[in-house]
């Protein structure tokens, strides 16, 4: 069976940048696990002494905090100073932008529609910056009761899938007379989304390599499984089973923005190793 | 045969607008004809002895002008108020808004973007407010050669269709970081497409009465082919011919901005009794 990987996959530039951070901040805990991947997190702790707190509630004794990539809450931000403790800011500058985007439109008299998922992390520090009328929607049905005002400002979490960013768009330019559209979905992940595509159309059987948790690795699959019926994603290579490449031919590989490369190397050792 | 009329069709506010500032200056000149229709221009000379002049060329010697719904060009105007001609505005409010966009746009840095037909006046006299980079397009393909900044302002001139409009919007979101987007299609407009799609669905036979010039005319007619395969365009009554309405059970009338009631009328009389 032949193995394709995708053009563009893994670890995106906000990722490895927080990963250096983090490695040049001996002894220091992120708040929330600095990615979603446990292996990756393991190694930061043996050899970083990088320590992972569940929330903002425990870290009241620390010395110094890692603000992992998807960024916190400004009220976060201003308890961690009022304790003094130190601040490592590994917040992915795509998201300190979608920040001050937020926060600069909100005090422009805008109404802020934030395309993402309320729980996320990444969208409640981003939200957390605008102060005036801000919401978060997954649809355009979540837009219908809503009372904006004239001028709506639309950004999206940095890891949704565009075609969607784009309906929310278009049925807001429809009922506002402007709409200020910044397209804060990140480079990388425009770029994993669009190889994916690609490769899912000429392959007979795709594997997604990602944190089931990770909002860019859901995206990743769902556009995987849009094109591809039998996708499947993995945390790592022990979820792999034999029975999904049986009569396979070409089988494509891909990968979440926190998936580091080695688990995509042992990945494609034990599928090529499978003989189907 | 069943005749019905569209929810929405003929005279937009602006066009009314300019025709009761017309009656009110009497013996002025409009620059261009006042609306896409022979007859109310005529109806317009008889009665209130307001003159068509071609272009902006034979103005030199008149004392008073009227700018008609599309607005003029700036330098056309600077040049009207250097002859001491005295200025009856009738530009559509919502082209003065389009205006006022297009040079706070330019001013602030944005690459203006306006879809629209460049030889529409309508679009010439909003281009001329835009100061440094501005494009006028009608397709994506026309944005392919362009190298716009990264901030792009979206506008429409007030007559063209939505859907193709969001396409443009879509493209350029895609492709660039911050799109505003400001909707100046006309709302008149838009509900006499939204009238024109519901009704085309539900009959037999459409007549679109308009202009043939008239962009907003030529919008609802191409909406209305879409849907009802027999669409007509006529001018007026006289264009009407009895075997597009053989076998056919119901008849859809609908008509473009420029068209005054009594045209309507008249249309929907003869169409009464062809007796088919």
Known sequence: MEIKLAQNYGFCFGVKRAIKIAESARGASTIGPLIHNN????????????????SIDDAASIKKAIIRTHGIPKDDLEYLKSKNIEIVDATCPFVTKLQKICEKMSKDGYSVVIFGDENHPEVQSVKSYAENSVVVILSCEDLESLNLSKKVALVSQTTRKFEEFVKIANHLIYTHKEVRVFNTICNATLEN???????????????????????????????????CEDSYLIENENELKKEWFFEKKICGITAGASTPDWIIKKTIEKISNFKV
């Open 193 to 227: 989304q669009k190889s994916t595509k690609t490769l899912a159309k000429e392959v007979d059987v795709m594997i997604v390599v990602g944190g089931k948790n990770s909002s860019n690795t859901k995206q990743v699959y769902a556009i995987s499984k849009e094109f």
């Open 39 to 54: 292996e990756e997190i393991l190694r930061l702790k043996e050899n970083f002494d990088i320590t992972t707190l569940q």
